[in-house]
């Protein structure tokens, strides 16, 4: 079976077979990194398969050490901060950055904003922890760009 | 048997499309290559569910140089012929082309005859919009990139809010 695996903010395809452990997908990697599936506050367990892990086929899971991710989102000169497990979507961290518990933007400004790290504008389905050094990551909050003129 | 030789562009191309940010696209039905005939490649894009707009466009890609130049796309119809006919493909008719605010600009009929997308990692549109990478370079093109900055900023925009339908 084909996964992806998302170390840092390479995505590698690989293949492994369904009664591999969990920790094949750590070879090469830190001694404390952990794998990810998205959305959960776990990492899986090294010693049992990925199938009973959870990996499906061409599903994608994350490789950290890092159990929370430090988000800081700068708007306006002003940060929030909140932290999120390192397989968190970015289109999460983006929902809150932008929502009651972030800067509050007006419902109709929402879809025109973005995260913005560097010269690189995260997709959705990226994960947080992709982004981060040292656990921590420093996103702003910017109007996506228009391209006219 | 002779084996045809591929050009280093088509090459990279294909080692690009098989790897795993393209991949992953795929499988988040983000994304697909339809067919390759090179130097082109029709690859179609998945867009927000409208009442009024397909589940995909489709563009035929030119891809010279790849990727030491930029790509650059035609919004085409939805291929009918097989094997695929990159010169056979019909311009895709401005009633056909997605509308919003951010989308609409990039599938403009009113800029080289709406043969090219108005992006800022597109090899024809790139030349006289300096301006574009001031403001932002997150979407402009250098040799190090591969088709899925291209794709991934035509998904973003048919996937906005502001996105209409046709």
Redesign the interface.
């Known amino acids: 079976m084909e996964i ?1 695996l998302v170390i840092g903010r390479e ?3 690989i293949v492994v077979d369904e009664g591999d452990l969990v920790e094949v997908l750590l070879e090469g990697c830190e001694p404390d990194a952990e794998v990810w599936l998205e959305e959960t506050d776990e990492p899986l367990g090294r010693k049992i398969t990925v199938v009973e892990a959870g990996i499906k086929h ?1 599903g ?1 899971v994350h490789v950290s050490r890092c159990r929370h991710i430090e988000v800081a989102v700068r708007y306006n000169g002003e940060d929030k901060r909140r932290s999120f497990r390192p397989a968190t979507p970015i289109a999460r961290v983006y929902q809150w950055a932008a929502g009651p518990e972030g800067f509050d933007l007006p419902a109709a400004e929402r ?2 904003h973005t995260l ?1 790290i560097g ?3 995260p ?1 959705p ?1 990226d994960h947080v922890g992709s982004f981060a050094v040292d656990c921590a990551v420093l996103f702003s909050l910017v109007p ?6 | 048997m002779s084996e045809q030789i591929q050009a280093p562009d088509e090459r990279i191309f294909r080692v690009h499309v098989a ?3 393209f ?2 696209g795929v ?2 039905g983000r994304w697909r290559l339809v067919s390759t005939a090179w130097p082109y490649a029709l690859i179609a894009i998945g867009a927000a569910v409208r009442s009024n707009g397909p589940e995909e466009f489709y563009l035929r890609f030119e891809l010279t140089n790849y990727p030491a130049d930029a790509p650059t796309a035609t919004p085409v119809e939805a291929p009918t012929d097989t094997p695929w006919d990159p010169a056979a493909c019909a311009l895709l008719p401005a009633e056909r082309r997605p509308k919003g ?2 989308v609409g ?2 599938f403009r009929t009113n800029w080289e005859d709406g043969r090219t997308l ?3 990692c597109d090899r024809i ?1 790139i030349p006289g ?1 300096e ?2 990478t001031i ?6 093109w250098d040799p190090s990139k591969d088709i899925t900055l291209y794709l ?1 900023l035509v998904h ?1 925009m048919l996937n ?3 996105y209409e339908g046709v």
Not at chain 1, 144 to 149: L, P
């Open positions: 992806f995505t590698r395809l061409r994608k879809p025109k913005l010269e690189v504008e997709d389905g996506k760009q228009r391209f006219e003129g | 790897g795993a940010a991949q992953i499988e988040a605010q951010r600009m990039a108005y992006i800022p549109a919009h301006g574009w403001q932002g370079r997150a979407w402009a991934r973003q906005d809010e502001d």
